[in-house]
Antibody, heavy 119, light 106 residues
Framework: EVQLVESGGHLVQPGGSLRLSCAASGFTFSSYGVHWVRQAPGKGLEYVSSISRTGEYTYYANSVRGRFTISRDNSKNTLYLQMEWVRSEDMAVYYC????????????WGQGTMVSVSA | EIVVTQSPATLSLSPGEGATLSCRASQSINTKLAWYQQKPGQGPRLLIYGASTRATGIPARFSGSGSGTEFTLTISGLQSEDFAVYYCQQYYHWYTFGQGTKLEIK
């Protein structure tokens, strides 16, 4: 079964940091670009970041560029999102997603991990 | 950034009726558009990609159309499990999502 499982979400203070993980199984992880998408409580989906199959190329939404870092370890079939200088507006459920093909729709999504921001 | 706008925000219909959801892009995206369904507490599910191609396992009552800047998701004969929130996404230039349409039971 093709699966993505996020972890690492927890309560963090404003200005703090945390790292999210996404464990992939059931497909050849190194053959696909992967992405992070977030959803604030009661709100819609917001694109966060992407990384290419090899990790050579990365892209970030303006709202997180310079504070978040996406990375992957293909030997561990795992995607990461390092979050620094966290703000209240970063509070959301964070989903990882796999693309169908290069620059294509997202065909597999995880169940999400919640990041809460509060002093 | 390409802005994607969905309408209506909420659609109230009864089981068995047909639903039409709209999505507009701020510039031409050819057919680089996807539709997703999301139910409470779940991650989104891909329904349609390439504006009109159903994803694996998606029932035939779901259909997508459009190109350029105007797109439509049509659901014929609504079933109880179809009541959810629907999002469109452009992937012509990176990625942006519409704000969603909530399909609720009337």
């Amino acid at each position: 079964e093709v699966q993505l499982v996020e972890s690492g979400g927890h309560l963090v203070q404003p200005g703090g940091s945390l790292r999210l993980s996404c464990a992939a199984s059931g497909f050849t992880f190194s053959s696909y670009g992967v992405h992070w998408v977030r959803q604030a409580p009661g709100k819609g989906l917001e694109y966060v970041s992407s990384i290419s199959r090899t990790g050579e190329y990365t892209y970030y939404a303006n709202s997180v560029r310079g504070r978040f870092t996406i990375s992957r370890d293909n030997s561990k079939n795992t995607l990461y999102l390092q979050m620094e200088w966290v703000r209240s507006e970063d509070m959301a459920v964070y989903y990882c997603a796999k693309e169908r093909g290069e620059a294509d729709a997202f065909d597999v999504w995880g169940q999400g991990t919640m990041v809460s921001v509060s002093a | 950034e390409i802005v994607v706008t969905q309408s209506p925000a909420t659609l109230s219909l009864s089981p068995g009726e047909g639903a039409t959801l709209s999505c507009r892009a701020s510039q031409s995206i050819n057919t680089k558009l996807a539709w997703y369904q999301q139910k409470p507490g779940q991650g989104p599910r891909l329904l349609i990609y390439g504006a009109s191609t159903r994803a694996t396992g998606i029932p035939a009552r779901f259909s997508g159309s459009g190109s350029g800047t105007e797109f439509t998701l049509t659901i014929s004969g609504l079933q109880s499990e179809d009541f959810a929130v629907y999002y469109c996404q452009q992937y012509y230039h990176w990625y942006t999502f519409g704000q969603g349409t909530k399909l609720e039971i009337k």
